[in-house]
């Protein structure tokens, strides 16, 4: 890895931080790769339970670096498919809640990763912005299916063509974001948010992300079913037990994970 990409932890929480602020944090060749292999130690990190996605300096991301240049359009595809895809599915993925602290803007495929996590914090001044159409381009990274099924067709639709800046009380107005904050507030809100969840049951977290994933894709009648075999699994699992057991003796539980 480069410095492109910052990955701290503190506790059982990791930070991980695009780190270009000179470039507005646009995504080059090495922050695709450093990006990739952040959210793939995240993954794979068995101390870490919960995760953030931030962009250093005056933004979260401008999106992709267009001064770097592209030669033909299967480069772009290429890129798209194994450069940011990788990245993008492991924040889908991953058995941890993901929350992105939106600071200034994202813009472009910094759009996409800021939507794609899980939880989302923005400050009060940020906001969002899809620009692909002012350019002949389309929204990529899988922000077509992530605006629509936040806001729906027309209100997705709009952002997409109209490529006009989205505030941050509309963002959370139309569903894009969970909490506004004052913006020097920003990363100690998500830090609060973040640590209170490594206190949940972490399985029960990682099947509920399963289930609120899957569920667009299921009938209502599928959805009961696949929500009782994953109730099954936890109903089964050390930490329920010992969430019941807390509950009737009136504690905190402590959760392992098992």
């Known amino acids: 890895m480069t410095d492109s990409v910052l990955y701290e932890t503190e506790g059982a929480v990791a930070t991980i931080t695009l780190n270009r602020p000179a470039s507005l944090n646009s995504f080059n060749e090495d922050m695709r790769a450093d990006l990739a292999a952040a959210t793939a130690q995240a993954r794979e990190d068995r101390a870490i339970r919960t995760v953030i996605l931030t962009g250093a300096g005056r933004c979260f991301s401008a999106g992709a ?8 359009g299967a480069e772009v595809e290429q890129i798209l498919n194994n450069e940011y895809r990788p990245s993008l599915a492991d924040i889908a993925e991953m058995e941890k809640p993901v929350i992105s602290a939106i600071n200034g803007f994202a813009a472009g495929i910094g759009l996409s990763y800021a939507l794609v996590c899980d939880l989302s914090v923005m400050g009060e001044s940020a906001f969002l912005l899809s620009p692909f159409s002012s350019i002949g381009l389309i929204p990529d990274g899988g922000s077509t299916w992530l605006l629509a099924r936040a806001m729906g067709h027309v209100n997705a639709y709009e952002m997409a063509v109209e490529n006009e800046r989205m505030p941050a009380v509309r963002c959370k107005e ?85």
């Not at 670096?65 to 033909?72: H, P």
């Open 65 to 72: 670096d267009l001064k770097a240049g592209f030669k033909t």
């Open 174 to 258: 139309l569903g894009l974001v969970n909490k506004i904050t004052a913006d020097d507030e920003l990363m100690a809100t998500a830090r609060e948010w973040a640590t209170r969840l490594t206190g949940k049951a972490p399985l029960a977290l990682a099947r509920t992300k399963k289930m609120m994933r899957q569920a667009p894709t299921l009938s209502y009648a599928d959805a009961i079913s696949a929500e009782a075999a994953l109730q099954c699994l936890c109903f089964d699992s050390a930490d329920c037990k010992e969430g019941i057991t807390a509950f009737l003796e009136k504690r905190e539980p402590h959760f392992t994970g098992s």
